[in-house]
């Protein structure tokens, strides 16, 4: 003989299931990572303009971190500005961000 379930109150059941999807919702997202925290700061730049024999590469060197590749340095900073790295001109103004 089966034995049947009544569920004696729908609040009480419809709370319970509520809970029970919240937290797998949110297990599932750290299991899969998808929850990870956004930084809220805004990135700070310098601006900086192009004078006469300079290049990005030196700019890159000055501005940037001493323990990161310069490659890389000057690839975010031609990604920020939309530029190429050998068509700056002298008298254009470029952003270089102070986090690199």
């Known amino acids: 003989m089966k034995k049947r379930y009544r569920i004696k109150s729908k609040f009480r059941f ?4 509520t809970i029970m999807l919240i ?4 297990v599932t997202g ?6 990870q925290a956004v930084s809220l700061t ?7 303009m192009i004078v006469n024999g ?4 030196d700019l890159a060197k000055a501005y940037g971190p001493e323990d990161q590749d310069v490659r890389k340095i ?3 900073i031609c990604q920020i500005n939309d530029i190429s ?3 700056i001109q002298s008298g254009q103004k470029i952003l270089i961000p102070r986090y690199l």
């Open 14 to 17: 419809c709370l319970s299931l």
């Open 23 to 26: 937290i797998l919702i949110s």
């Open 30 to 35: 750290n299991v899969i990572g998808t929850n």
């Open 42 to 48: 805004k990135p700070v730049y310098t601006e900086i």
């Open 54 to 57: 300079d290049t990005l590469w």
């Open 74 to 76: 000057v690839h975010a």
């Open 85 to 87: 790295a050998d068509k």
